[in-house]
């Protein structure tokens, strides 16, 4: 079956997407990346093969914080950013969407489309309220799985006030709250109402936000978030099916457009699973700016170097130095 993949790396979770030629998505993949991107990427691809060793790839993409290192390892046709890959997967899924919200684990962004084209968009990688991070943090703390922390918010119509603007205060705000005596479910749902206020007061600040909304990224699984934002919109927020995992499936949208007039992808095989890769790095002493050069060597030999503003590291790459 030929197909195309879509990588998507970031500090919490690796995601990868199975498209066919159709662009209809046939697999998806969600592995926690445990600071070992490359390692997440070879388990990955060795799980997808496993599950799917019919699978003939004609293109791949990555995206995410970790996509040039994820594009070097795989052997990637194209490599873009966040912003692009979670537009392009929301416009496929909803082609007259005008705004999207999308919450990952470490950050979060807000992308305005107008017209079918990008227009504006925001991210929030400095505060981690309202990140998945911190929901996963507040539900062990409080001892409720995270699958269960929105229904438990839904289950209230009696929102307890907290203050969202930091996860700090936000947490004491919490504590504070259960030693007054308010139910669980009223201080949840007050999480998800005070979150979203944090978000579109930072992230969604001067933004025009028109529907059809689209709620992306992992954080789109608690219902809670989801009613929050439909209550302080007063428009409907779709969920698309595939939520947690848009990023990827943007980046195999853009392999396949990018592979159209190609014949021969870049993709080093789903043996990647079993190289040796060694990635390290160290600081350029050549100019003031002292430039830290990132470096991946593959079985032995340099294969990648990024990070320097002149290009000299970038593009000595098979030539000595």
């Not at 006030?161 to 705000?173: K, L, M, N």
């Not at 002493?285 to 290009?311: K, T, Y």
Request: glycine fraction near 12%.
């Amino acid at each position: 079956m030929n197909a195309y993949l879509g990588i998507d790396v970031g500090s919490v979770s690796t995601n990868i997407a199975v498209l066919d030629e159709a662009g209809e998505v046939v697999d998806t993949l969600y592995i926690r990346t445990q600071g070992r991107p490359i390692d997440a990427v070879q388990r990955g691809l060795r799980e997808i093969y496993a599950r799917r060793p019919d699978l003939s790839v004609k293109g791949v993409g990555t995206t995410g914080s970790g996509r040039h290192l994820a594009g070097v390892v795989v052997g990637a046709d194209i490599i873009k950013n966040e912003i692009t890959a979670h537009a392009v997967a929301a416009m496929h899924i909803v082609p007259d969407v005008q705004t999207v919200l999308e919450i990952g684990g470490q950050d979060s962004k807000i992308i305005i489309i107008r017209g079918g084209v990008v227009t504006d968009f925001a991210m929030n990688t400095v505060c981690a309220a309202g990140t998945g991070s911190f929901l996963d943090q507040q539900a062990a703390r409080l001892n409720i799985p995270i699958e269960d922390f929105g229904d438990i918010a839904l289950s209230s119509n009696t929102p307890v006030r907290i203050a969202g603007r930091c996860a700090v205060f936000a947490e004491s705000d919490m504590i504070h709250k259960q030693q007054t005596g308010h139910l669980i479910g009223d201080i949840l749902n007050g999480l998800c109402q005070a979150l979203v206020r944090n978000y579109l007061s930072n992230v969604g600040k001067g933004k025009q936000i028109l529907g059809p909304v689209l709620f992306q990224g992992g954080v789109a699984a608690n219902k809670g978030m989801k009613r929050a934002f439909e209550e302080a919109l007063g428009l409907e927020v779709i969920v698309p099916p595939h939520f947690g995992v848009m990023g990827a499936i943007g980046a195999a949208l853009l392999a396949r457009e990018q592979m159209t007039d190609k014949k021969n992808t870049a993709f080093r095989g789903f043996g990647v699973a079993d190289f040796v890769y060694q990635p390290r790095s160290y600081e350029c002493s050549g100019c003031p700016n002292l430039c830290e050069i990132i470096e991946i060597g593959l079985n032995g030999q340099v294969v990648a170097r990024w990070g320097d503003q002149c290009g000299k590291w970038t593009n000595s790459v098979g030539k000595p130095v």
